[in-house]
């Protein structure tokens, strides 16, 4: 099967929607913005073994490339609108591109997300590239660069888990599908297929002073937010939301590290005003998500850990690509 049959039968789903005026099918899409709106654009690329394992079923990498996407949509307190998608495959095999469609449309419907373009071809290596455009009323997008001294730092969710999802299913590569036990099959979950935090993160515009996704782990992340604020800050580790499945496969002292450390959980970082505690809460709780407080933004620029107000040695850069 050529480049072209793949797309016409995986990737030209119909789709009725107003604001899309050339899908799929011609040299460039063509979308119309609402009036007063602007647009958000990120991407993301997964490659086969830096990513994702190699044995990752389709359908999972095609709702993680969304998935991944979407939180950095939800960062920014933007609405998904319209996607595209690089894929660069090994070989045509239809069934691997039919569940990847399937796990990609999946996430899109989800979160209301047309497939709007893309291109298509062979290469050494696994690696799917999905750009998100979203839009959001002019001048309301939450940035990383707002937070200031003495805002409150929250996490939706719970962190640590999709690090050790990630480690499960590795330990189990090659190995005939794993049966799992709830709580692996939940952090197994976790990596596969995150939960954007899309309905959160819109209706934090305005009320978040500065938000991340966490991507590379909560440290490494944070630290990118108070940098950007030009503030420090401080993350009291008994406060860390840990799930517990993840405390069902770890000690306490290694959940906090996973927490800290552990990239792919796709959760919110920001940080709000003291006096705006009450009001996160609400949306949260109206969003049916947990938002734990963290910590508290500082002046300077150091980030600390403690633990029942004890200075907590803790010092992890993320993941670096490249790094030595
Ligand atoms: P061109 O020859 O102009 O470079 P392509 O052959 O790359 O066009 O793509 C043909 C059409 O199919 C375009 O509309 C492109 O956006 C779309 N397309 C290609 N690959 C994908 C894909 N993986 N998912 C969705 N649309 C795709
Ligand atoms: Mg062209």
Known sequence: MHEFELIRKFFSRPSDDSSISVGVGDDGAVVVPADGRELVVVMDTLVAAVHFPTGLAPADLGYRSVAVNLSDIAAMSATPRWMTLALTLTNADEEWVGGFANGLYDAAEKYGLRLIGGDTTSGPTTTVTVQIIGDIVAGTATTRAGASAGDLIFVSGTIGDAVAGLALLQADAGKPYPLMSGQQEYLRRRFCRPDARVGLGMRLAGIATAAIDVSDGLFADL??????????????????????????????????????????????????????????????????????????????????????????????????????
């Not at 030009?230 to 993350?235: M, P, T």
């Not at 799930?243 to 970082?269: N, R, W």
């Open 223 to 324: 630290h990118k937010l108070l940098q950007a604020s030009r503030v420090g800050g401080v993350i009291e580790v008994m406060q860390l939301p840990l799930s517990e499945e993840l405390l069902a496969v770890m000690t306490y002292d290694e959940a906090i590290e996973s927490a800290l450390a552990g990239g792919d959980d796709y959760e919110l970082c920001f940080t709000a005003a003291a006096a705006d505690h009450d009001v996160v809460q609400r949306i949260a709780s109206e969003c049916r998500v947990a938002v734990s407080c963290v910590g508290t933004v500082a002046e300077g620029n150091a980030l600390k850990c403690t633990r029942n107000g004890k200075e907590f040695d803790y010092r992890h850069t993320g993941y670096l690509h490249f790094a030595v």
